[in-house]
C-alpha cells in the first residue's frame, strides 16, 4: 500500500510528549528515523504543571517541570525530531503497518507508532481546584511531597493510593487527614493498618471536599468540607491538598483497536510491544503503577529500542510498501 498523496509518511509517529514520548523521539532520532511527535495541546503532560521536580537524576537543585520538558524537546530536536502541537483526532491500526493516524491538522502514514499520550488525574471539580496547581493543590506525594515539610495537609480519597501517598507524606508534614466520603475505606487491609497506626495520620469520614480555600500569594489556607450524611459543612485550615481519587488513561481515541486492560491502561509485554505488531506504548498509558519522571523515561526509553529493532528486522517488507502506488495513482 503506497501512501495516499494527501498522507504525510513517517517511519515514527509518537502520539504524547511527556518524559516517555520525548526520550523515545531522541532514541529515534539518533537512529536517523526523524520520528515525529505528536505533542497535543500543552508539552510535556502533567509534568508541565508540576511546579518544581527535585528527584531527577542529575539536576541536584532541581527544576520545573515545564524546563525539564523544554530541555528534553530541545535535546530531541537537536538530533531531527520534529515535534508538532497537534492532536489526535483518530487513529487506524487495522490493516497493519503502515498506520493511518489523523490530527486535527495532518494526516500521517508511520511505519511504527509509539504511544505516549498518558494518564490524566481524576479531579474533583470545585472551586479553587484549578487556581491552586501548583500552589498547594498535588495529585503526586513522590513529587511534591518534599516541598510540605512541618505543614499540615489533606488527602483525598479512600483507596490503596490514598493511603499509600499519605503514609509516604507523613515523612515531610507535621499531619496529614484523610478525608473520605465514606465511612470505612477501600484500601488493602495491611494499608489500612499501618495508616490507622501512624500517630501523624487521621480521618475524616462521610466528606467531601466542596472549595479550595486560598489566595494567590500564599496558596491554599483550608478546605471547605460537607458532611455527606448531615450536610454540614466545615472550614479545616490546611497548607496542602492531595488529591487521589484515581486516574483516567487516554485510551478514547484508539477505541477497540488496542489491548486494554481491566482499567484501561495498555496493555504491553517486556519490550513494550503491543498486542499490534510495530505499535509500542510507555509511560502513563500503560504504567498505572510508579507514574514517575524517572521511569516514564526508561520506558520510552525501552519502547523506542524495541521500535527501532522492530524497523530494522520489517526492512525490506516496509520499503516494498511504500514502492507500491499511492492510492488514487
Known sequence: MGADANMKKERVVIIGSGPAGLTAALYTARAQLAPVVIAGNQLGGQVAITHEIENYPGFPDGLSGPELVERMKEHAENFGAVVEFDLVESVDFSNGSPFRIKTYGEEYLADAVIVTIGADPRKLGVPGEEDFIGAGVSYCGTCDGFFFRGKDIVVVGGGDSALEEGIFLTRFATSVNVIHRRDELRAGIQLQTRAFNNEKISFTWNSVVEEIIGDAEGGVKAVRLKNVLTGEETIEPTEGVFI?????????VFGDQIALNENGYIITDQRYRTNVE???AAGEIQDEIWRQVATSV??????????????????????????LPAAGD
Open 298 to 323: 526508561g520506558q520510552g526509553t525501552s519502547a523506542a529500542m524495541s521500535a527501532i529493532q522492530w524497523l530494522e528486522a520489517n526492512e525490506e517488507r516496509l520499503q516494498a510498501l511504500d514502492a
Open 278 to 280: 510495530g505499535v509500542f
Open 244 to 252: 487521589f481519587i484515581g486516574h483516567d488513561p487516554n485510551n478514547a
